[in-house]
Each structure stands twice: as structure tokens, then as C-alpha cells.
């Protein structure tokens, strides 16, 4: 069975920084993973991304520059470093895996409990 289990989440000053992390656990081929996150009353949407296989990123253009993720292949994680956090980065975060139980097979989603993320000013 497929799990994600994230921490780091908490209380940040405005400006400041915070790292989130993820482990996914389970038998699996990881395709990429990221972190999505949700504020009260907006739809969840995706803040970062990176493949597991090439490496490559992708960001929400509101967070680029600011944030960064990075993978830890052995221990199958991955992190969000947010920098300069800003009060509309206030929200849940939720770490994203799209993983196969096959190379060839088809890709299945997986998602951690969400972590909050309040910001201070």
C-alpha cells in the first residue's frame, strides 16, 4: 500500500522560511512527486513539481523563485523549501505522488493528510 506522510508544516513569520518534507512509502515506480495546497474557500492547486526520473521542476509562477523542491531518493521523499513566505502562502499543503505498480502500467495517484501552513505578519 501506497503512503505519504508529511510534517513541517506550522507557523511562519512573513518573510521567513520553512521546509516541508514527504515519505512515500510502499512498492511502487514514482513518477513524480510535488505539493499541491488549498486555502479556505479557493481550489487546491498545484505549487511544485519534480520528476523522479530526470529530475526536472516545475513551479506555480507565484511561488517561483521563492520556493524550491528537491527529491531524496533514498529515503523515496521529497521537500518544499519556502522562502520569503508571503501571507497568501497561508494554506494546507498536500504532497502528490503519481506512481505505477508497473514501469509500463497505469499511473495512480497518492496523497499525503495535508499539512497547514499559517503565516504571521
Known amino acids: 500500500q501506497v503512503q505519504l506522510v508529511e510534517s513541517g508544516g506550522g507557523l511562519v513569520r512573513a518573510g521567513g522560511s520553512l521546509r516541508l518534507s514527504c515519505v512515500a512509502s510502499?512498492?511502487?515506480?514514482?513518477?513524480?512527486m510535488g505539493w499541491y495546497r488549498q486555502a479556505p474557500g479557493k481550489q487546491r492547486e498545484l505549487v511544485a513539481s519534480q520528476s523522479m526520473t530526470d529530475g526536472s521542476t516545475s513551479y506555480a509562477d507565484s511561488v517561483k523563485g521563492r520556493f524550491f523542491i528537491f527529491r531524496e531518493n533514498i529515503k523515496n521523499g521529497v521537500y518544499l523549501q519556502m522562502n520569503k513566505v508571503q501571507p497568501d502562502d497561508a494554506a494546507d499543503y498536500y504532497c502528490?505522488?503519481?506512481?505505477?505498480?508497473?514501469?509500463?502500467?497505469?499511473?495512480?495517484?497518492?496523497w499525503g493528510q495535508g499539512t497547514p501552513v499559517t503565516v504571521s505578519e
Open positions: 510502499g512498492g511502487f515506480y514514482s513518477i513524480t
Open positions: 502528490n505522488m503519481k506512481w505505477r505498480a508497473h514501469p509500463w502500467g497505469e499511473t495512480f495517484d497518492a
